[in-house]
């Protein structure tokens, strides 16, 4: 186990510097002039201020030795600075990260519960009427575009009823969670409804494995009740495949959301990735990318700690 | 040890008894009439549209469905059901390109993977890994936003983004075919390593990478969908079913003029909806394991 997860660690650090050198690289092939987000905005007034600071940051070092000190600072928090409003891009990741977690929090939760939920109740009675109903479901969840369910949420509940807002995450004076309910409703109903398919499909799987497998009719030839085989055996022995695609979603939530947060102008971190691209801000734009990518790789080297400990076979490969 | 397993867990089809099971699935039956019947009205565009390609008529603004406009006009007149046939035409255009060059990128890297194995797979295990720990969407979203979103780079942005399902499960099989007796045959026959690869294994793999494919068809397209709606996908002045669909960007439109978004909307569903059907009825058939359940 030891050594399974020194080797996974490693592998998770290489990854993590080749995405770190793949963003710096990207960055400096970009036509912008490093010295635009490295400094301060305030202190970059006159040419030989500029020169100076030049000097100070290291930009005529070579581009490894600038590589690697670029690292340490990106390490040590500091991301260097927004083109379009001057920014830290520290300050603007802090602003936007808890409205995406707002949103995957939620989204994980009720599409955790829906789909599990919908997928269990389908496999204790395969073929019949709810079953059937539960897959056409996961096929419209799987393949309808989500900006087009979004769009017809919005029209139907905000526009049409008027129960609910188009867009935004809060006004000035909306201070509870319950003041922003309006509008967190929508693009979370979204997400999930986007989600739920292949959770319905992949529960109801696992539990229809279990279900054949010879102890469950050891427990029914033993006399026990119906209810108790499907809670205690059933459901307990098919979450485990399903808790592994649950954590593998996380990172998807964070990243994956782009459509969602631009369609309900939520402020997290797809919103700010589409605008920055739009507005060739490339220094946000890469930092976003890499941080949403180095949490993917976590997660990712998390599920592989989690598998090993389960399986001992998946140590030994 | 380990390989010996798992060539036993999975038989494997030929492709010809597709073609038998296929009349008992009517899963895959509808599937594929949806898929047919939009591909080829998408196709046949010159024949059957009713109005010029991208033809504005300023006279005839948000026009509601008539019989003149079968499915309305947009905000600049034209007519909604044929620039739906042209958009189909272009929109299907970039996802089978792409998602065919997709899987030979997909193919020749999972098959030199799992051939050879050792150093060589690691390597490309770890790039496919790499290109896997971006978001799809953000992916995509940068490379378009370096290269520029003409049809062609859109193409070749999807192509480079879309391989990485291929490559894992052509790897996969090819793990364990290269274990059979007919490789060791071919071997000791003196075969050359491209000749065994292409010509011996690879024509065993390809009902799982049908499969593959019409998914990629399908992910391309609501991904180009996608970019359009936010502006960054194809150039507008070109009808894609993205580009008609981010018309509904507008508040004016969502709210008073239906008929602009619900027709691009419900187009695009249908050929996705398609798609899965093929690609489910696909799998059942050629994996009679699940197709059991």
């Known amino acids: ?317 | 040890m380990r390989n010996e397993k798992q060539t036993t867990t999975t038989p494997l089809r030929p492709l010809k008894s597709l073609f038998r099971g296929v009349t008992r699935d009517w899963v895959l039956i509808v599937g594929t009439v949806v898929i047919v019947l939009i591909a080829a009205s998408a196709l046949a565009a010159d024949l059957l549209a009713t109005h010029e390609m991208g033809r504005v008529n300023l006279l005839a603004t948000n026009q509601p469905p008539s019989g003149t406009h079968w499915l309305g006009t947009d905000a600049l007149g034209r007519d909604m059901y044929s620039q739906l046939l042209y958009g189909g035409r272009t929109s299907l255009y970039v996802a089978v390109v792409s998602a065919k060059l997709a899987t030979v990128i997909g193919v020749v890297l999972g098959a030199i993977a799992g051939y050879l194995g050792r150093y060589v797979d690691a390597a490309l295990m770890r790039f496919s890994e790499l290109v896997l720990a971006f978001p799809y969407l953000i992916l995509v979203l940068i490379l378009v936003s370096v290269v520029g979103a003409s049809v062609n780079n859109l193409v070749i942005v999807f192509a480079l983004t879309t391989w990485m399902g291929t490559f894992r499960i052509v790897r996969g099989e090819f793990m364990s075919l290269k274990h059979e007796p007919f490789v060791d045959a071919a071997r000791t026959q003196g075969l050359s390593t491209a000749r065994i690869i292409f010509r011996q294994i690879l024509p065993n793999v390809a009902s799982p990478i049908l499969v593959a494919l019409s998914i990629g068809v399908a992910t391309i397209v609501l991904a180009e969908a996608a970019l359009s709606f936010l502006g960054l996908g194809v150039p507008v002045t070109t009808a894609t079913w993205g580009n008609l669909l981010a018309a509904a960007q507008s508040k004016e439109v969502l709210r008073n003029y239906w008929w602009i978004w619900v027709t691009p909307g419900l187009v695009i569903s249908f050929f996705s909806i398609g798609v899965n059907l093929v690609a489910d009825g696909l799998r059942d058939v050629l994996d009679p394991q699940s197709a059991k359940q």
């Open chain 1, 1 to 317: 186990m030891q050594r399974f997860l020194v080797r996974k660690l490693l592998v998770l650090i290489l990854m993590a510097l080749a995405i770190s050198a793949l963003v710096f690289f990207s960055i400096r092939l970009s036509p912008v002039d490093p010295i635009s987000y490295l400094a301060d905005p305030d202190s970059a007034i006159s040419k030989d201020k500029l020169d100076e600071l030049r000097a100070a940051l290291g930009l005529n070092d070579p581009i490894i030795i600038q590589y690697f000190r670029w690292l340490f600072e990106v390490l040590r928090g500091n991301f260097g600075y927004s083109l379009m409003t001057g920014q830290p891009i520290a300050n603007i990741l802090a602003q936007r990260v808890p409205a995406t977690l707002e949103l995957a929090g939620l989204t994980f939760f009720l599409s955790t519960v829906i789909g599990v939920g919908v997928g269990l109740f389908s496999a204790i009675k395969p073929g019949r009427i709810f079953d059937s109903i539960s897959r056409i479901v996961a096929v419209i969840s799987i393949a309808v575009p989500e900006f087009f369910f979004g769009i017809i949420l919005i029209q139907l509940f905000a526009y049409q009823l008027g129960w609910l807002n188009p867009g935004g995450r809060e006004l000035p004076g909306d201070a509870t969670f319950w003041d922003r309910a309006p509008n967190v409703i929508l693009p979370v109903a979204t997400l999930a409804f986007g989600l739920v398919g292949a959770l319905i499909r992949y529960t109801r799987n696992s539990a229809l494995d279990v279900v054949n497998k010879d102890y469950i009719r050891t427990a029914r030839s033993k006399g026990v009740r119906e209810s108790q085989v499907y809670i205690g055996h059933v459901f307990r022995n098919s979450v485990g495949p399903v808790l592994v695609i649950l954590v593998f979603r996380i990172p998807l939530l964070i990243g994956g959301s782009v459509i969602v947060e631009a369609l309900f102008q939520w402020p997290g971190m797809g919103s700010l990735i589409v605008s920055s691209i739009t507005s060739s801000d490339y220094p946000v734009v890469m930092i976003t990318s890499m941080f949403v990518a180095v949490a993917i790789l976590v997660a990712s080297f998390m599920l592989d700690i989690f598998k090993a400990l389960a399986d001992p076979r998946v140590r030994m490969e």
